[in-house]
């Protein structure tokens, strides 16, 4: 593992060894079934692909005020509601001292997908895992869990 530092949104989280950095893009596959699904594009700050055509992106904004992880899942719910998502579940995860909520689910029966809503200091940060099939994210959900349990604010 190793330390990712962004000085530009003020992030530290320590990665996998073999991802590297793709800024601002979704993989082509998922930029593609979004526009087709929901005509548009989701914009990310930050990108992590690795060799196994999985990613990690996080998208940054300000929750001000901050929103409860109960709140937060309500918000997964609409959007997987809205973007035809199925096999979804949802969870917990502690960062910060506190409890977020997250979401995993599959997206245009192609994408397995996990999606973090991390709030910490008025900014959310929504991190999603996303591969081709349901093996590799049960294998790689425990690396998502760590790589985003790892995140400190600068």
């Not at 998208?59 to 109960?70: D, Q, V």
Request: aromatic share 12%; glycine share 6%.
């Amino acid at each position: 593992m190793k330390t990712y530092k962004d000085t530009k949104y003020n992030i530290e989280i320590t990665i996998p060894d073999e991802w590297y950095l793709d800024r601002e893009k979704l993989p082509i596959l998922t930029s593609i079934l979004f526009l087709i699904k929901m005509g548009w594009v989701p914009g990310v700050e930050i990108q992590f692909h690795n060799s196994e055509n999985e990613a990690l992106n996080i998208a940054i904004e300000k929750m001000e005020p901050e929103p409860t992880p109960e709140i937060c899942e309500m918000m997964f719910r609409f959007v997987a509601q809205q973007g035809n998502y199925d096999q979804i579940s949802f969870g917990r995860i502690s960062v910060g001292g506190k409890d977020h909520a997250y979401a995993r689910y599959r997206f245009c029966d192609a994408i397995w997908s996990k999606k973090y809503m991390i709030v910490l200091n008025g900014t959310g940060y929504a991190i999603t895992g996303s591969c081709l099939n349901y093996e590799i994210l049960i294998e790689r959900e425990t690396v998502w869990d760590s790589v985003v349990r790892s995140l400190k604010i600068l």
